[in-house]
């Protein structure tokens, strides 16, 4: 299943990665007490634009002690984020996956802008949300998303952020009310061309297994 939502947005340009922080607490047997589950797990990072033609990609697990286990950045191939106009394009995303691979749920977010004289003339953004849905009706959704931020063009700075909410009813859980992943994009660009990716997820509980892929470029 996938939303796309368009609005007004955003850049970037360096890279640093957060720490992982302290383990993240061991949640009691629940719906899916099959296997070790991890409870109120935050996740961040801040991810600046590489190189042209490239983009800024790691993956992060939780073992079984519920730390978090953070793969190294690694530079992938990406269409050029240069347009003919002269314009600046770049993607962020941040995507959830369970032990098997399969995309669970997933926020992404595509910027195109302008910058003249040291001030931003012109941006934009198109906002994609996808999230698995299982054959007999159940599976993640999408309980909310909304987008913030932007500036009185043209200005010096600007910030934009982008925000969803997936929600888990299935064969894992016919409560409802065990999963929740949180995913959340920031993005601060300048009139000079550069900023820097924020990226962040929350998940209530956390199956150890699942991989989150946090990307830049």
Known sequence: MRQRIALAAVVLTGITIAAPGPPAAAAPGGPA?????????????????????MAAQQSVTVDENCVVRAGAVRLVPAPSSRERSGDRRLRVWSRMYDCCG??????????????????????DTAVD????????GGGWHLAQSW????CDRPCPDARLEQHAEFGYRGVFDVTGTWYQNTHDLRVTLTGD????CELAVTARHWFVGWTWIRGCG
């Open 147 to 150: 987008q913030a931020g932007g």
């Open 102 to 123: 399969i995309l669970m749920n997933a926020l992404s977010a595509t910027h195109s802008w302008s910058a003249a004289d040291g001030r931003i003339s012109r941006v």
């Open 193 to 196: 061309g550069a900023a820097a």
């Open 129 to 136: 949300t996808d999230w698995n849905r299982e054959p007999w």
């Open 33 to 53: 007490a099959t296997g070790r589950v991890c409870a109120d797990v935050r996740l961040d990072a801040t991810l600046p634009a590489p190189p042209d033609g």
